[in-house]
């Protein structure tokens, strides 16, 4: 990725509600269906979390008052918080997304990346899109 700027950021864990599906991207455009279905997106904080080794993708919301996860049927967890690798994707929906799966593996080549945190798309707005890769420090 030519000119792709990248920078070191500590982030604090995020609670979310989330779907669990295959890291594979028709399952991924399903669950975000799915969880839009069930949760509206206006005014809400929306991530994606890849976990490698489990080959599985989180489709994740960050809950508000009033959130019941169990009637809306997701469940809850934490995004790791630590040291990640952040650029930051710009572009229209749907192209923007295809962007995403060949940015993270140029991050990955220069970097010390912890296997033990999935790495995260914070969905900024709808042109906008954090890729954070985890990784090891010292």
Same mark, same amino acid.
């Given at each position: ?8 950021v500590d ?9 669990r ?7 991924i455009e ?7 279905s ?8 929306f991530?994606?979390?890849?976990h ?8 994740c919301? %960050?809950?508000?008052? $009033?959130?019941?996860?169990? =009637?809306l *049927?997701l @469940?809850?967890?934490? !995004? ?12 229209e929906?749907p ?9 993270f593996e ?8 912890? %296997?033990?945190?999935p $790495?995260i798309?914070f969905? =900024?707005? *709808?042109? @906008?899109?954090?890729l !954070?890769?985890?990784?090891r420090?010292g």
């Amino acid at each position: 990725m030519e000119g792709m700027k990248a920078s070191v950021v500590d982030r604090d864990e995020v609670r979310v509600m989330f779907l669990r599906v295959a890291d594979q991207v028709p399952a991924i455009e399903d669950g975000w269906e799915r969880l839009e279905s069930v949760v509206p997106p206006k005014g809400r904080r929306f991530y994606g979390a890849f976990h490698a080794v489990a080959n599985e993708y989180w489709v994740c919301v %960050e809950p508000v008052e $009033g959130d019941d996860p169990i =009637r809306l *049927g997701l @469940e809850m967890g934490v !995004l790791p918080g630590g040291p990640y690798l952040r650029t930051t994707l710009r572009g229209e929906p749907p192209g923007v997304y295809l962007r995403i799966a060949p940015t993270f593996e140029e991050l990955i080549k220069d970097a010390a990346v912890d %296997e033990s945190r999935p $790495g995260i798309e914070f969905y =900024r707005r *709808g042109n @906008e899109i954090d890729l !954070l890769l985890p990784i090891r420090t010292g």
